[in-house]
């Protein structure tokens, strides 16, 4: 079970170096040096450079630090697979996965480089071929070669291939997000919401984050620095939630309810798999107060 906080993931465009010395100093759990959006085509080359620099020269402390290429189906994919392999990042985000081949593709170059195992593998989800596929997506987990560790939304992306309307709590889109979440699940993958567009609505950000941690996010992908203390709030357990967990924990640790299934406790009846979701949520609490 991963209790790694992964509450708020922010996009830095890699072109910009100002912004990789930054990413060293904000309060996200995690960064994502971009090569794909943010970078203009002329500077692909330069940016992939600068980006596997930063990366491998570190001052990221406890953040975790993931590089994202362009598309797999891009001419700059190859080169920026290459040189992220050999930076070692905690993560390469690959944009444009829609089948389990390309993924096994990805984790067979990986090994012909000696890629660093601990550099993981996140897949975009971001087209319909990709949610109607997310299920045997998910199952490249098993294969450990793939390096499968969770799944990244491109909910903008989703919407301009669906003409689906980006409405406030998203409507349109739930049945996909919650099969997506349903798939990472059955596989045991982490799995991060899109973004927010606007970062002028902050109430209308707020929301959509405690939406996305109630229908099981583990955290947000942020586009900007002025996110990331409202997704934090959203995704870290409360005080309440951890002790509640904790006393359950404690319920089910007694010698008398060692073998029991249902424990009743403050008039409630509590089952085993409660105490179980109870462990994440204080391993989750624990982590982030030990930043």
Excluded at 185 to 194: C, H, K, S
Excluded at 235 to 245: G, K, L, M, W, Y
Aim: glycine share 8%.
């Amino acid at each position: 079970m991963t209790s790694r906080p992964r509450r708020s993931v922010l996009y830095m465009p890699g072109s910009n170096a100002r912004a990789l010395e930054k990413a060293k100093t904000l309060p996200a759990d995690g960064v994502i040096l971009d090569l794909e959006d943010s970078v203009a085509p002329d500077a692909k080359a330069a940016a992939r450079q600068q980006v596997c620099a930063a990366v491998k020269a570190g001052g990221f402390g406890p953040r975790e630090v993931f590089i994202r290429t362009n598309g797999f189906d891009t001419a700059w994919f190859g080169d920026d697979l290459t040189a992220a392999a050999h930076a070692a990042p905690d993560g390469i985000v690959v944009p444009k996965i829609s089948s389990p081949a390309q993924l096994e593709q990805i984790g067979q170059r990986l090994l012909d480089m000696h890629g660093d195992i601990k550099t993981r593998v996140w897949a975009m989800i971001e087209s319909p071929l990709a949610v109607f596929n997310v299920l045997s997506i998910a199952a490249c987990a098993k294969d450990s070669e793939t390096r499968l560790a969770g799944f990244v939304l491109g909910t903008n992306d989703i919407a301009k291939d669906t003409r689906a309307r980006q409405v406030p709590g998203r409507w349109p889109m739930i049945g996909w997000l919650m099969n997506i979440i349903a798939a990472a699940r059955v596989y045991g993958i982490d799995v991060l919401d899109g973004v927010y567009n606007n970062i002028n609505d902050a109430e209308g950000f707020v929301k959509e984050c405690e939406q996305a941690r109630d229908m099981g996010f583990d955290g947000k992908t942020l586009i900007h620095p002025n996110q990331i203390e409202a997704c934090n709030k959203a995704f870290t357990p409360s005080n309440d939630e951890v002790a509640q967990a904790r006393k359950w924990i404690a319920a089910f640790d007694l010698p008398e309810n060692k073998d029991k299934g249902v424990v009743q406790i403050d008039g409630k009846m509590v089952e085993r798999l409660h105490a179980e979701m109870a462990r994440r949520t204080v391993a989750i609490a624990d982590a982030v107060a030990a930043r």
